[in-house]
Structures are given as structure tokens and as C-alpha cells.
């Protein structure tokens, strides 16, 4: 009697744990666009089960009474690396070799060392952006950096983009906050003051006068805030500047994850640096700026003081979080140079060199367009200067005076009694005849213009061209009339 043949019970892994891939046992990563962990060879898509347990705070007192000597290693991550240009502490993954700090593209050569205990992480925000799209969002920030030097583009290559956890503490607490100070409120008064004048005759003169004075009323104030904070984030780690790191912010904190190796799987990950007493130091910094500010408001007024300032925390409570970066670590001309990507929203900040021919090229630009405008203001100055100088020239000429037109042979005394049109005369002399003209010689008189007289050649005209017009106004011909030996008629006499 034959045997029968034994059967094979297949065995789940552990949950959470990675193993390659099942089809071409190659290394599964997290895929951030499906959020499940893939092969980069056959496309095998594996899920990772949600984790049971909760992110939770953890109360500061227990920590500290219970828990403080208690440390483990990082499932997975069983060796750590400290690089010598940044100082990060990079978790390598079990298996995994890394040659370069994903931080600052120093090439690490400390030996790697058995990792040191810490405190667990709480949970993560696993990464929502692909690598592709950080690319796409790298390229897309430096093409809108014009003064960028144009050789620069190259940088978004593959290869060039890493990403990371970057450690991170979030706290909790209730704070009651006593404080004392002033209050200032404004209010305005009238007051006189003297002060100097001079007169349109150039003589100074003290007057007085009056103005509105805006002046502070301090007032003593005492009072009493309370303020529950909720997630203050502290960056953990000193490997990528605070600055930087700022504007990745906001954070949807409200979705963090339990912690797994699979969200961990093909991305780096950094061990805190910056302890939680540490952190929480800084923390207590960052409130205590709020809290000064809702101090000041409710004193009120128009300004305050605050002398004294204290607070008392309550019910703290932490985590230990990770969350995801995109970073670009690259050198330029021997200069390092960073860019980091939000890998949940895909916002991009970061530091780059500046090319100095297109900052020169701007600046000539400009001072073209300064110049150019100048010119064009200085020859409509001109021009207008050239029409201002023939009005001044035309409004200070030598005067004329309008008189009645006189025919040939008319007297002058008779003009007053002749209506009719009136035309330009030559001026004279104040106590000479007007029949004395004819004999005076030399150049004619200039004429002025008059309102309603001619402006053109016709202002001045020869006796002999309107003589059949003078004719017309002045009536039949009048013998001529003598005063003493003076000569009664006017003989024009060309200039």
C-alpha cells in the first residue's frame, strides 16, 4: 500500500513585512500612484494591508516615567550611516547599499554601523507624488527661474532625484498663561506752536498756529490666556535646512498612517538627530511666540507692553512622525545646491546659482529703456522750448497802435469823425503830427497786433493796393488842410 503524498500548507508571511517579488523575486517598492508596493521589472503589484493600530499621541509624563530607557531599531533598517557633509543619519535599508547622501550628494564613505535604539515612529504620510511628477514639477520650477544658468535644466535628469523620510516631532499641549503689562490707548489734543513766515515783500513774521497732536495714555493691565496647541511641528533632524523645509508647509497631518516597511520600501529614511527634550524646547518657542500675541490682543487698545509673560504646560503629549521629501542634491560649478519637493502636494522650493550674463543683460536692457525714454523727454523739451521761444518772440515786439484808416489827403483830426474799417498804421511819437510822417525817413515802424486785426501779410498794406477800399470808407475827396506850414497829406513812404 502506497503512501499517500504529503501536502504543502502555504504560510502568509508576517503583515507588514517586504519580500521581492513573487513572479521575478526583484526588490518590491512603494508606488506612490498606487499606493501599493510594485516591481520595477515585471509590474507585480502587491497591497499593503492597512495597519491595525492607530496613530496615537504619547503622553510626555509616561514617556519620561516609564518608557525613557526603552529604544529599538527600525524594522528593516537594522544599520545606519552618518554622512560627512551634512551629518545625516541615513537608515539603510537591510540589503541595500547606498554610496551618497540623498541629503547633499556627499559620497558616504563612513562604514555603515549597527543602527542605534530610538524611539518608533507613530506614523507617516506616505508618498502622493510619483517620481516622474516630482521631475516634471523639478523641470517646471527651474524653467521658471530665468536668471537660472541655462545649462542647468540638465540637473532634472532620473537619477538625480531622491526620496526621503525626514524625521519630524509633533507636540500637544494645554498652556495657561498669566501675564502682566500696559495698555496704550491714542487720543488727540490741539496745541499752538510758532512758527515763521515770510511775505510776498520777502519781511519774516512770527505767526501762530495750531495743530492736532495724536498722544498715549498707558493704563496697568493683568490678565489670563489659555491656548490648547494641536501638532506643533518640529523638524527632528538637522540634515536639510529649516528654511527650506518651511515652505513644504501645510502638511495634512489629519492622514497620517501607522507606520510600515512597506511605505518605507525604495526610499531612504533618517534617524532624528534632535532629541525630544530638544524638540520640544523648540516648541515651547514657537507657542510661546502665539501666546504673546494673544496676550496683546486681549489687553487691547492701541498698544500694549508685556512685562511679564507665564506659562504653565499641560497634558503634553508627542509623535514621532515621517514625512516624505523629494530631494535634489546636486553641484554647481563645486557649489552644492538643493531642491526639495513636498511629496504629498508636489510643492517645490530649493536653492540654485544665478547666471550673471542674463542678470547683466537685464540690467542693459533697462538702462536702454531709461535711456531711450530720456531722449524722447528731452526732444519734446525741446520742441516745446522752440514754440515757447516764437510765442515770446512774437509778445515782445516793438507795439503799434489800431487806428482809423485815413485816405490819401485825409487829416488826421478828421479820423476820429470817419467810421469804418481801421487798419495798422505805423506808431508815432507821442507829440508829433501825423502828417510829418511822410517826411520823417527811415525804416517803417513796427505794428502790433490788435484784437480782431489781421495776423498775416495783409496786416500792413500799401495806400496805392487799398485805395479803392480807403476810398469807399472815407467818402468823397477832401481838399487838404494846413496846419501853420505843415503839409496836410500823408505820402507813404515804403520801408
Known amino acids: 500500500m502506497s503512501e499517500a503524498p504529503s501536502t504543502t500548507i502555504p504560510k502568509d508571511p508576517p503583515a507588514g513585512r517586504k519580500f521581492p517579488c513573487p513572479k521575478c523575486a526583484a526588490r518590491l517598492d512603494f508606488d506612490p500612484s498606487s499606493q501599493h508596493l510594485a516591481c520595477p521589472y515585471c509590474g507585480y503589484k502587491q497591497e499593503i494591508e492597512p495597519s491595525k493600530q492607530s496613530v496615537q499621541e504619547q503622553d510626555w509624563d509616561t514617556y519620561w516615567n516609564t518608557q525613557a530607557g526603552q529604544s529599538v531599531q527600525l ?34 564613505e563612513n562604514k555603515p554601523e549597527s543602527a542605534q535604539g530610538m524611539i518608533q515612529p507613530n506614523g507617516l504620510l506616505s508618498f502622493a507624488v510619483s517620481h516622474r511628477d516630482a521631475i516634471n514639477a523639478f523641470n517646471g520650477w527651474i524653467a521658471g527661474r530665468w536668471f537660472a544658468p541655462t545649462g542647468l535644466k540638465q540637473f532634472s ?12 516631532w509633533t507636540y500637544d499641549s494645554m498652556t495657561y498663561t498669566r501675564y502682566s503689562g500696559e495698555r496704550g490707548d491714542d487720543y488727540t489734543v490741539t496745541e499752538s506752536y510758532t512758527a515763521t513766515e515770510t511775505d510776498d515783500q520777502g519781511q519774516s513774521r512770527q505767526v501762530t498756529k495750531t495743530r492736532q497732536v495724536t498722544r498715549t495714555r498707558w493704563s496697568s493691565v493683568s490678565g489670563n490666556v489659555r491656548h490648547f496647541f494641536d501638532d506643533v511641528l518640529i523638524q527632528a533632524s538637522q540634515s536639510l535646512p529649516k528654511d527650506l523645509v518651511g515652505y513644504l508647509a501645510p502638511w495634512d497631518l489629519d492622514k497620517l498612517e501607522g507606520c510600515q516597511a512597506g511605505f518605507l520600501s525604495g526610499f531612504q529614511t533618517e534617524r532624528y538627530t534632535i532629541g525630544l527634550r530638544a524638540g520640544f524646547d523648540q516648541a515651547r518657542e514657537v507657542m510661546d511666540g502665539e ?26 503629549t508627542f509623535k514621532h512622525i515621517l514625512l516624505p521629501i523629494w530631494v535634489a542634491a546636486y553641484r ?124 498775416s501779410g495783409e496786416a500792413v498794406r500799401s495806400h496805392a493796393e487799398r485805395g479803392n477800399e480807403m476810398q469807399s470808407l472815407a467818402g468823397p475827396e477832401m481838399p487838404p488842410k494846413r496846419t501853420g506850414n505843415r503839409e496836410g497829406t500823408y505820402t507813404h513812404q515804403p520801408a
Open 332 to 455: 554647481y560649478h563645486d557649489t552644492p545646491y538643493r531642491i526639495l519637493i513636498n511629496g504629498r502636494t508636489g510643492q517645490v522650493t530649493g536653492t540654485r546659482p544665478y547666471s550673471w550674463w542674463k542678470i547683466g543683460l537685464l540690467v542693459a536692457v533697462i538702462l536702454a529703456a531709461i535711456l531711450a525714454v530720456v531722449l524722447a523727454l528731452g526732444a519734446s523739451g525741446a520742441l516745446k522750448g522752440e514754440r515757447r521761444d516764437a510765442k515770446t518772440m512774437f509778445a515782445h515786439s516793438a507795439p503799434t497802435t489800431l487806428v482809423p484808416t485815413l485816405r490819401v489827403g485825409t487829416h488826421c483830426r478828421d479820423a476820429p469823425r470817419r467810421g469804418g474799417e481801421t487798419t495798422l498804421v505805423p506808431t508815432l511819437r507821442v507829440g508829433t503830427h501825423c502828417c510829418d510822417a511822410p517826411r520823417r525817413g527811415g525804416e517803417l515802424p513796427r505794428f502790433r497786433s490788435m484784437p480782431g486785426a489781421p495776423q
Open 157 to 168: 535628469n532620473l537619477g538625480k532625484l531622491a526620496g526621503a523620510y525626514v524625521p519630524f
Open 291 to 316: 501666546i504673546r500675541g494673544m496676550c496683546r490682543r486681549d489687553i487691547g487698545g492701541d498698544h500694549q507692553r508685556l512685562h511679564s509673560v507665564q506659562t504653565q504646560h499641560v497634558g503634553v
Open 75 to 108: 524594522e528593516g533598517r537594522s544599520s545606519q550611516v552618518t554622512c560627512g557633509g551634512c551629518g545625516a543619519v541615513v537608515l539603510l535599508q537591510d540589503n541595500i547599499e547606498t554610496d551618497k547622501c540623498p541629503y547633499c550628494a556627499t559620497h558616504l
